[in-house]
């Protein structure tokens, strides 16, 4: 595969020592080291955004605008926290999706099909357990729709490493395949009779509703997505499946010399993040929408993948990344009409920032500031 | 329809495949340029989406539809240009920047393709092959475009390029072996870069095939992925411009079924047929893909291969 899709900023040099101030450089290097993994991804993002800026300068518009209006809508009052915040949780979910397989050196970009068919899941089993408790009925809609999910981008992991199938195309294919799934079964055998407009199943009843988290105004999916973020980096770098995981990502034959698992971590990694994109669609459905319908393919999954690539597939640093984008997003209705731009230029600004962030990778190593171990050569 | 019988279904597909395949086969031929040369462009749909709007406006401005392709093929030509020289950067990862591309293209085209969501460009002439028959069905089944008579044309022209010219043996040698290129005096990047930005040109003009004769107006829904599949498609043609071809009639007619099942009346079910394509292409990139050992006929360099 790939370069290091990892972002670790892993050497093995000692501190040659420096002819001045020791203690205060073995107190810095390892800070210089980490340094990299942070800096370069936010030295891309502003470079991204200057080009952006010059791409409204040339469209007649004003970039100092743009940024004050997404500020103001995004982050600026309470209001438009919660807006923010509220986007944030299925950005979270979807992101992880891209992560975690990325750990193993897979490129997973279909996400939005499990986001979908774990939402459908949720709403079609909220229907049929309508009669139950909700203390029994919405911890089946979770399992549910987590488990359609993880057996959907799971088959991503399980064609990749007993078919050798390019894991990028086949997720996105099996996206596309979701989508229409779930816009024939919503439209045909669980379809709610009374959604004329909009074909949905019936609506949820308040008890399977997902509220808010106490004193917020944000539902629980973000506190759950902030949970399963922690989970994440834990998993990868705090246990042995991590670390095998990233052993198997940088180099799948001296894993399996060393008799790692690789099937199995490719399995475990791909349902897993698929996982959590069907919880995505949980509360979608559960906290948001109130039943599954179309409104589920909206682009959170490809959204997530920008995310993912952007904290350089660190779980802990997904969580900042997707606050920052959903922001984005949430400001866009009033950007567009207080500038008179088209809706499509968050994904102008998404795309370039992709590129920009992609290009970086190019630069790691190559400052002598985040590595110690030359510091002291002229 | 009622005088053909369950004929008509079989002959619609037929006319469909002809008529769906093209942006299919231009698309896949752009590919197989750009994967023989040793990377791979995933960002194709995006570079398709932007052709066809560009097309478009430009066939509206001018009032001509082939200056409309002419600037599809300068656009696809110019986003693979940079997908070629970000790629020849050290360290970075084509199959994310096809991502990325793929966004940035799809972004800017509806972007700038707003205003022409409305106006009606000229679209783009058809040769009538159907003359003999009296049949409407027949007739229209067999109108064909004239770019999908080019692309035939140059799926064997590139066919006979990368066997018999020295440009497509440059190529070859860069997609096989980057050290052997080398040492042969060739510089593997920029004839990379070349070989991406032609294939690009090739999938800005499927683009503009789409917006200017199939379905023939420009709008936001107008590709869903058939860029994506093209790229699988290569996989199954095994990187051999004819049988790209032969492939993307058959995509061509999977894409047809759900419109031919439902101008006979089979509404049921629509949402699955019109899923047909994608499941094909999934089926064939499993039955065409092998965990063990490099797939024949597989570029060296290729790294979705290796």
């Known amino acids: 595969m790939g370069p290091r899709l990892d972002g670790s900023t892993m050497t093995d040099h000692g501190i040659t020592g420096g002819v001045h101030s020791a203690p205060f450089q073995a107190w810095l290097a390892p800070v210089a080291r980490r340094a990299e993994a942070v800096v370069l991804p936010l030295m891309a993002l502003l470079v991204g955004f200057a080009v952006f800026s010059l791409f409204l300068v040339v469209q007649g518009k004003s970039p100092a605008e743009f940024f004050g209006l997404v500020y103001k809508a995004g982050f600026g009052t309470a209001f438009s926290w919660q807006n923010t915040l509220s986007r944030t949780a299925p950005l979270l979910f979807a992101a992880l999706c891209v992560a975690l397989p990325a750990r193993l050196g897979l490129v997973v970009i279909g996400g939005e099909g499990a986001i979908v068919l774990g939402g459908l899941t949720a709403g079609v089993l909220g229907v049929a357990l309508a009669g139950l408790p909700a203390a029994l009925a919405l911890p089946v809609m979770v399992a549910g729709a987590a488990v359609i999910g993880g057996l959907w981008i799971g088959t991503v992991g399980a064609l990749r490493y007993f078919r050798g199938v390019n894991e990028t195309i086949a997720s996105l294919l099996m996206a596309y395949i979701a989508i229409a799934l779930m816009n024939h079964l919503v439209e045909g055998p669980f379809r709610d009779p009374a959604s004329l407009n909009k074909p949905s199943t019936a609506p949820l009843t308040d008890a ?19 949970v399963a973020c922690v989970f994440s980096w834990a998993l990868i770098d705090r246990t042995t499946w991590g670390f095998a995981a990233r052993i198997a990502g940088g180099n799948v034959g001296a894993a399996q010399v060393q008799g790692l698992p690789v099937g199995r971590l490719i399995l475990g990694f791909t349902a897993l993040g698929g996982a959590f994109a069907g919880l995505a669609g949980f509360f979608e459905v559960t906290a948001v929408h109130g039943s599954a319908n179309a409104s589920l393919a909206s682009g959170y999954g490809y959204t997530g993948i920008l995310i993912a690539f952007l904290a350089r597939h660190n779980p802990l640093a997904i969580i900042p990344v997707a606050i920052l984008l959903a922001g984005f997003e949430a400001s866009s209705g009033l950007v567009q009409r207080r500038m008179d731009l088209p809706d499509a230029t968050t994904l102008v600004l998404q795309g370039i920032v992709f590129v920009a962030i992609l290009i970086s990778d190019t630069f790691y190593g190559r400052f ?4 110690p171990e030359r510091w002291s050569k002229p | 329809m009622s005088d053909l019988g369950i004929w008509a279904v079989p002959l619609a597909i037929l006319g469909g495949a002809i008529r769906v395949s093209t942006p299919f086969l ?4 752009g590919e197989v340029l750009t994967e023989r040369s040793g990377r791979i462009n995933l960002g194709l749909e995006g570079t398709l989406v932007f052709g066809a709007m560009s097309g478009y406006a430009i066939a509206f401005l001018t009032g001509s539809p082939w200056a409309g392709v002419l600037a599809a093929a300068a656009a696809g030509a110019f986003f693979g240009l940079i997908h070629g020289l970000i790629c020849s950067l050290p360290r970075v990862n084509d199959i994310a920047i096809g991502i990325a591309m793929m966004i940035l293209g799809m972004g800017l085209a509806f972007y700038f393709g707003k205003p022409f969501v409305q106006p009606v460009a000229p679209d783009l002439p058809a040769i009538s092959f159907g003359w003999w028959s009296d049949l409407p069905q027949v007739r229209a089944a067999l109108q064909v475009n004239v770019l999908f008579l080019i692309g035939g044309v140059a799926a064997f022209a590139l066919w006979w390029m990368f066997r018999a010219t020295r440009v497509g043996l440059i190529i070859r040698v860069v997609g096989d072996s980057t050290d052997a290129a080398r040492a042969m005096g060739l510089r593997p990047a920029l004839i990379r870069t070349l070989a991406t930005a032609a294939g690009g040109a090739f ?13 023939g107006s420009w709008n936001e829904g107008l590709s869903s992925g058939q860029g994506l599949m093209a790229v699988a498609l290569v996989i199954f043609a095994r990187w051999n411009p004819i049988a790209c071809f032969g492939a993307a009639l058959l995509f061509g007619g999977a894409g047809a079924l759900g419109p031919a099942l439902q ?30 050992q490099a797939m024949t006929g597989a570029p060296g360099e290729l790294s979705i291969t290796k």
């Not at chain 1, 002598?368 to 590595?371: Q, S, W």
């Open chain 1, 368 to 371: 002598r500031i985040f590595a």
């Open chain 1, 208 to 226: 399977l509703r997902v509220g808010d988290i106490p004193g917020w105004d944000v539902h629980w999916g973000l506190l759950v997505g902030v």
């Open chain 2, 203 to 215: 999938a800005g003009v499927g683009g503009a095939y789409l917006s200017l004769y199939y379905p």
């Open chain 2, 26 to 29: 231009f698309v896949s031929l």
């Open chain 2, 263 to 292: 101008s006979v009346g089979v509404s049921e079910g629509y949402y699955l047929y019109y899923a047909a394509p994608y499941v094909l292409t999934l089926g064939v990139l499993i039955a065409t893909s092998s965990p063990r």
